[in-house]
């Protein structure tokens, strides 16, 4: 394995070696500073982090263990040590990620609440090994992080737990609510202010709950006897300016925690309403075609007048090249109620819920160049003369209107134009979960656990419209790489309608009446038994029931109803993009573009809409999908002289249910009729998997402050919903007797699994300090790729109103295998009141045949520098994340190209009560660039703008 390090990434490791000289002097200065300003030290044989009290955000206490653990022999009695601000915080979470046996990372509140970070992705994505994503699959970024990934593998693979148990999750995208449906959470819906802190497994045990295949992400919440104070009140009011939309919106959070004066009955609210406006400027490739060797275009038609063009067979060309303007509302409320209770002192019972949902209303506008029309693969007209080929495709074209063969101008579209108003896009995510923890005895622990989530995602109303343009006009285009926006026209003005003054109506499309319910439910008892058996101390066990159920039922697929094609049913008044539209996208385009506005089409387009919930009834789209997972699994924890671990066995029986239809001859006995789409019939798929995990992991001090560890573990994650039981996604050919494509799901699919080797050396050389270096490896068996199948269904367009069989190829995903191996490089080095954390991750990973891993990117590195005193506390985070594959998007290879972003706080305390924040997002404004199967075949380019949070915090 070859690594070739980025300028920075070199720095990072150069400043590995270069600051362990400073260690010790650094050292001899923090301790003469003043006792307000010192920071505990962790001690030299790491403790068991000490029990509990979450104080305001300003004074957190070490936290305890999410599980209570006898304490070991030989191990120091834990005490209660007080820390403050950045500096404590990152403290703590070296002490916790130093006396933990498997490899974890840790982050604590204060690390979220001033990193600069708006919700727990945020801070992950500065964890060695965790990358993030703004996007939930192929639909592009916006301008909050809303998916983690570990270790270069789809985000999927990746488990994310609270307090210990599951999330449901429903997204509140369509397409991701249907054909790219992943198990991953989002989470946008998850505030960062719910957070004491979070846990990263990068090392399995098997006491935790199987379904992560990288590693796991434990989100735990502020508990109401952890507080030091009897009462403590907190609340959050602020504001958010964004630069692209240029909106500013409220911000508010609050908290109030009470406990008897005994500390055995507590509870605490959380409470949180955010809103905030988005505007995405972009510029998209929808696709790329190929042109047929056997077409007219290649082999030349004298008939037609077309020449050959030899030098264009199987050349790619971009299918439809356009300028979206994205816009959307963002209402995020919920809140968290948790309740504590020790009615005896070996007994502690705790209940909480959890309530979060996102209003995330939205319009979408796509004025394209669309070549289907005329290019057609070959079989339509040839380019002009002057075009370029370069890389196995048409980088630059321009196509003139070709008359009629009467004689009379062309009436041939060149373009499409989209107008999609989503008004009640939402998404919400609920939780109840009851914990019990009873000491039964001075050696048993046991803990026992019950709950249910769910998870919302909505999109009932797709108010569309979809416009042929330029019609007589020609088109060309040039691309520009993935660095700038492509140059592209229709030849026409594009500012008001009548610029098109053919214009016409070509459909209406677009799911109706999306409903996915996402549902967990959870029952587990886990134990842990004290023993003094030489080098066993402890022994863990457990069972765990679980049934995971998600189903989308009743989806209608509208169409244009009466009157639609009249264009005097429409608005005759428009809007048009913001003037400064695409600004810094680059490139030479239609910007000042003509729209109907969101009112407009939320209250025309339904009327001139078809959507019988019987006529328009598509169960191409609709699943249901119900998994039973039982679980046992027993655990030694090890300890000898200087050295620590754990080994054991988690057994695991997945039982799945899958149910999907499929187009059938309506005389087919028990089919579904009425359709406009054809007859159908419900297939049930049942399959049952057992696992057997096992799992090692060692911790070894090697010296008096560094600690070397070792895992090794197999584990195992379900696939992919939607490559289970998805949606059905086409993309009609443009003339009858062309191949649509489009992709679809496979029930039979067996669970990802892999066999998992990880070790790491960790130097905890002076307070606040660390250099670490990793190394990983991931055996990725049955893993999930994809094929191709053909298949037929009834299609309809303007021209077949009552729908045509056509035959479409389709991606569908397939078990494949993968490996994935790689190395992390951390550093944290305190100077006084300033700091540094910097670190480096290198993956390399492929499926098999040499393929790329959906979301691996090579090269990872952050760099964090803060300042902190007894007033002030200043932040500067910057990220880079190179290139990685996203997957396939109408049948083309989707890749993101590299990123960076810069972020950065100011925080000011006017008093013990009261203290003010600024927070800056996006601060280099970075553009989101993704590619298809080379950099010159460019997908899109986005640009959100910034983000600015003022926040004045209170507490009592």
Do not use: C
């Not at 996402?518 to 038994?529: L, N, P, T, V």
């Not at 393929?851 to 520098?865: D, E, F, K, Q």
């Amino acid at each position: 394995m070859k690594a070739t390090l980025t300028p920075i990434a070199s720095a990072v490791a150069f400043a590995l070696i270069g600051t362990v000289a400073h260690a010790q002097q650094q050292t001899q200065q923090d301790d003469k500073k003043p006792q307000a300003q010192q920071v505990a030290q962790a001690p030299q044989a790491p403790a068991a982090p000490a029990a509990a009290a979450s104080a305001p955000q300003a004074q957190q206490v070490a936290q305890a263990p999410a599980q209570p653990q006898a304490p070991r022999a030989g191990t120091p009695a834990p005490e209660t040590i007080v820390i403050t601000g950045i500096r404590g915080s990152l403290q703590q979470s070296l002490n916790q990620k130093r006396a933990a046996d498997s490899h974890t990372e840790v982050i604590t509140a204060e690390d979220i609440g001033k990193m600069p970070d708006k919700n727990v992705a945020d801070s992950l994505q500065r964890v060695p090994g965790v990358t993030i994503s703004s996007a939930g699959a192929t639909e592009g970024g916006f301008d909050e992080n809303d998916r983690v990934s570990m270790r270069g593998t789809n985000p999927s693979l990746t488990q994310t737990l609270i307090n210990g148990h599951p999330v449901s999750s429903g997204d509140w995208f369509v397409l991701n609510q249907s054909d790219n449906a992943g198990r991953s959470v989002s989470y946008t819906l998850l505030p960062s202010e719910l957070v004491s802190r979070v846990v990263v497994h990068k090392s399995s045990e098997a006491s935790l709950i199987e379904g992560g295949v990288a590693g796991s992400v434990n989100i735990i919440t502020r508990k109401p006897l952890e507080f030091r104070q009897q009462l403590t009140l907190e609340a959050a009011l602020g504001a958010v300016h964004a630069t692209l939309p240029k909106k500013t919106d409220p911000q508010f959070n609050a908290l109030v925690n009470f406990k008897n004066d005994s500390s055995t009955a507590g509870v605490m609210l959380q409470v949180f309403s955010e809103k905030r406006h988005l505007r995405r400027d972009g510029v998209e490739i929808l696709g790329y075609n190929q042109i047929s060797p056997t077409s007219d275009v290649v082999l030349g038609n004298a008939t037609k007048g077309i020449a050959p063009h030899p030098d264009l067979a199987n050349v790619y060309y971009p299918r439809s090249t356009g300028a979206a303007l994205f816009e959307q509302v963002r209402k995020r409320e919920g809140g968290l109620l948790e309740v504590q209770v020790k009615p005896m002192a070996n007994l502690t019972l705790d209940a909480s819920a959890f309530a979060s949902k996102m209003d995330a209303s939205n319009y979408n506008r796509n004025y394209l160049v669309h070549a289907p029309f005329f290019l057609n693969e070959g079989r339509g007209q040839a380019p002009d003369p002057g075009y370029v080929v370069r890389n196995q495709t048409l980088v630059k074209a321009k196509f003139s209107p070709i008359p009629n063969a009467d004689g009379s101008p062309s009436t041939q579209a060149y373009g499409v134009y989209d107008q999609i108003a989503r008004p009640d896009e939402s998404a919400e995510t609920t939780f109840f979960n009851f914990d019990a923890n009873w000491r039964a005895s001075d050696a048993l622990t046991l803990n026992f656990k019950a709950g249910t989530s769910t998870g919302k995602g909505k999109t009932p109303t797709q108010n569309v419209a979809e416009w042929d343009v330029g019609k007589g006009t020609g088109a060309s285009w040039n691309l520009n790489g993935v660095d700038s926006a492509p140059d592209f026209s229709l030849h026409t003005p594009a500012n008001v309608p009548g610029g098109d003054a053919t214009r016409s109506l070509d459909w209406i499309f677009g799911y109706q009446n999306v409903n996915i319910k996402d549902k967990d439910d959870w029952a587990q008892i886990d134990g842990e038994f004290a023993l003094d058996a030489g080098m066993l101390s402890t022994l863990k066990f457990g069972v765990r029931a679980a049934k995971h159920t998600r189903d989308s039922l009743g989806v209608i697929a509208q169409g244009p109803g009466p009157g639609a094609f009249d264009l005097t049913k429409w608005p005759s008044t428009f809007a048009n993009y913001p003037g400064n539209f695409g600004s810094g996208l680059g490139g030479t385009f239609a910007r000042d573009i003509w729209y109907y506005t969101y009112e407009q089409m939320n209250a025309v387009a339904p009327g001139l809409s078809n959507r019988d919930p019987k006529i328009r009834a598509y169960p191409l789209a609709d699943f249901e999908l119900e998994e039973k997972a039982n679980a046992g699994y027993v655990q030694a924890n090890l300890e000898g002289k200087g050295w620590r671990g754990n080994v054991g066995v988690r057994f695991v029986q997945t039982k799945e249910h899958v149910i999907k239809f499929i187009n059938v001859p309506e005389t087919a006995p028990g089919a579904i009729i009425g359709s406009a789409f054809g007859a159908f019939l419900p297939v049930v798929t049942d399959h049952s998997y057992n696992d057997v995990l096992p799992s090692l992991n060692l911790r070894v001090d090697v010296a008096k402050d560094m600690v070397a560890r070792f895992a090794v573990s197999k584990t195992m994650t379900r696939p992919d919903y939607s490559a289970l039981a998805g949606a059905l996604n086409l993309a009609p050919p443009a003339n009858q007797g062309d191949i649509g494509r489009g992709n679809g799901s496979n029930p039979d699919l067996k669970p990802v699994r892999s066999t998992n080797v990880d070790a790491a050396l960790e130097w905890y050389y002076a307070p606040r300090a660390l250099v670490s270096a990793g190394a990983f490896y991931m055996d990725l068996r049955s893993y999930v790729g994809l094929g191709k199948v053909r298949r037929q269904y009834i299609t309809f367009d303007q021209a077949h109103p009552n729908g045509y069989m056509a035959d479409y190829d389709l991606d569908v995903p397939i078990n494949s295998s993968g490996k994935i191996k790689g190395l992390e490089l951390a550093i944290e080095q305190p100077f006084g009141n300033f700091g540094i954390s910097a670190n480096y991750t290198y993956t390399d990973a492929k499926e098999k045949g040499g393929g790329p891993i959906v979301g691996a990117s090579r090269n990872i590195y952050n760099l964090v520098g803060y300042y902190e005193d007894d007033r002030f506390n200043a932040r500067v985070a910057y990220n880079f994340r190179s290139h990685f594959y996203s997957g396939l998007d109408r049948s083309t290879a989707f890749s993101q190209d590299d990123t960076a972003s810069l972020a950065a706080s100011l925080g000011v305390k006017i008093s013990d009560k009261l203290s003010v924040s600024l927070d800056g997002m996006n601060l280099n404004n970075p553009k989101l660039k993704y590619y298809a199967l080379n950099g010159d075949q460019p997908r899109s380019i986005y640009q959100n703008g910034r983000q600015f949070y003022l926040t004045l915090r209170a507490k009592l």
